[in-house]
T-cell receptor, first 113, second 116 residues
């Protein structure tokens, strides 16, 4: 079965530290890739997406992600985190012509002020 | 847009009862999706519609689950004879299929179901 793996369950950082959250997927064909964020008490929001073209994509709030096809990876990065980035982050994959997203289990990020 | 809305936000029911949830998508979106999320997991796909047609159902969607989108607008998800294992957050999402934001899914706040 197709799957999405997020390597870190819980990441704790201090403000201004750099962030990288790992995401790997198992599907070998055409994929669309997404990162969603869920702030405490809020619903899932799209952070950024990759459909085609430049493998380095920029999203909202200073986040970016790089698609590396050979590694089946789509890691999320931010050079300097803020306390307000405390949230749960989900990587998701849409495979080929299928409509649904396959999500990873999520990574909880806690940023200490 | 006003976003995806879901009702009710919380539902507590006794085992064996039937429950129905409603989702109102973003008005111009022709695709509507249902997911289920349990603690410590990411959302798991249940089913999706394009307009009024149900295009795909997950194996997670047992015979006790049924979803409809009769006029291609709002959708309902019904669970019959609820079991404790049905306790979860039920998420609805919608997406357009054309334009620059094609296939971006926008999520609602979810309905939290607790089966006692």
């Amino acid at each position: 079965a197709q799957s999405v793996s997020q390597h870190n369950h819980h990441v704790i950082l201090s403000e201004a530290a750099s962030l990288e959250l790992g995401c790997n997927y198992s599907y070998g064909g055409t994929v669309n890739l997404f990162w969603y964020v869920q702030y405490p008490g809020q619903h899932l929001q799209l952070l950024l997406k990759y459909f085609s073209g430049d493998p380095l994509v920029k999203g909202i709030k200073g986040f970016e992600a790089e698609f590396i096809k050979s590694k089946f990876s789509f890691n999320l990065r931010k050079p300097s985190v803020q306390w307000s980035d405390t949230a749960e982050y989900f990587c998701a994959v849409k495979e080929g012509s299928q409509g649904n997203l396959i999500f990873g289990k999520g990574t909880k990020l806690s940023v200490k002020p | 847009d006003t976003g995806v809305s879901q009702n009710p936000r919380h539902k507590i029911t006794k085992r064996g009862q039937n429950v129905t949830f409603r989702c109102d998508p973003i008005s111009e979106h022709n695709r509507l999706y249902w997911y289920r999320q349990t603690l410590g997991q990411g959302p798991e796909f249940l089913t999706y519609f394009q307009n009024e047609a149900q295009l795909e159902k997950s194996r997670l969607l047992s015979d006790r689950f049924s979803a409809e989108r009769p006029k291609g607008s709002f959708s309902t998800l019904e669970i019959q004879r609820t079991e404790q294992g049905d306790s979860a957050m039920y998420l609805c999402a919608s997406s357009p299929t054309t334009g620059g934001r094609g296939y971006e899914q926008y999520f609602g706040p979810g309905t939290r179901l607790t089966v006692t």
